[in-house]
């Protein structure tokens, strides 16, 4: 795929997904290949290539002789990176960012506390940059820095969990961060408490202190929703 093509299929791709996940296109809706090539301006080909991916997610089933259909939004990959992105982007916002929020709350902790006992040296060392980083991007309006270094912090967590399940959800919990970030559900600077928190999480897995590990989480998640109480109620 050129270039040129590879940004034809991203712009469909993510006008369809938004407009699907927004309910702007509900369950049961028909989209004919021929009129979205024409809608778009693209080949039949782009368009069918989108539309795979869209199935791959769930959102869409193919029949031949109906078109594609939007499937119920019980059946769709509610986990996909790209579906979480798009729902972050609509009305439902709040509610989205409070049920992620919630997820992270359940896995992040137990994540947190195996990481105390499983993580390499260099992942302790690792976790110690980002939160310096974390503290170094608080203050001055560097969100963008500041989210850099919280994503690549929590995904650390999860990763030296030893649990590949857990791993998984890193691309989860970027796009809850990045999604809070891209549509001001942050204070303009990150609340200084809960920075202290990744710095005191980061110690406590380098000491090897699950228990502290799993608490200091729990503050970080409680923190979190509050902020989603304030900013998103």
Not at 169 to 177: F, I, P, Q, S
Request: charged share 25%; net charge negative; glycine share 6%.
């Amino acid at each position: 795929m050129t270039t040129q093509s590879q940004g034809l299929h991203t712009h469909v791709l993510d006008t369809l997904g938004l407009e699907i996940t927004s309910g702007q296109c509900p369950p049961g809706s028909v989209l004919r290949t021929d009129e979205l090539a024409q809608r778009f301006d693209v080949s039949r080909t782009v368009i069918r290539e989108v539309v795979r991916v869209l199935e791959s997610m769930h959102l869409v089933e193919s029949r031949r002789r109906v078109g594609v259909t939007v499937r119920p939004t019980e059946t769709w990959n509610v986990y996909d990176p790209r579906v979480i992105r798009w729902r972050l982007a609509g009305a439902d916002r709040p509610r989205q960012l409070r049920s992620l929020t919630v997820l992270r709350s359940a896995i992040e902790p137990v994540a947190a506390g195996l990481a105390a006992r499983h993580a390499t040296a260099e992942q302790c060392a690792e976790l110690t940059e980002r939160a310096l980083g974390m503290v170094a991007t608080s203050r001055g309006q560097q969100l963008e820095g500041y989210l850099e270094h919280d994503i690549a912090f929590h995904r650390i967590v999860l990763n030296a969990s030893g649990n590949e399940m857990f791993a998984r959800l890193g691309d989860v919990v970027a796009e809850v961060l990045a999604g809070r970030t891209h549509h001001q559900v942050m204070f303009e600077d990150p609340d200084p408490a809960a920075v202290t928190l990744h710095v005191r999480l980061a110690e406590a897995v380098r000491e090897g202190d699950p228990e502290a590990a799993e608490r200091i989480t729990k503050e970080i998640a409680v923190g979190a929703l509050h902020e989603l109480d304030v900013l998103a109620p």
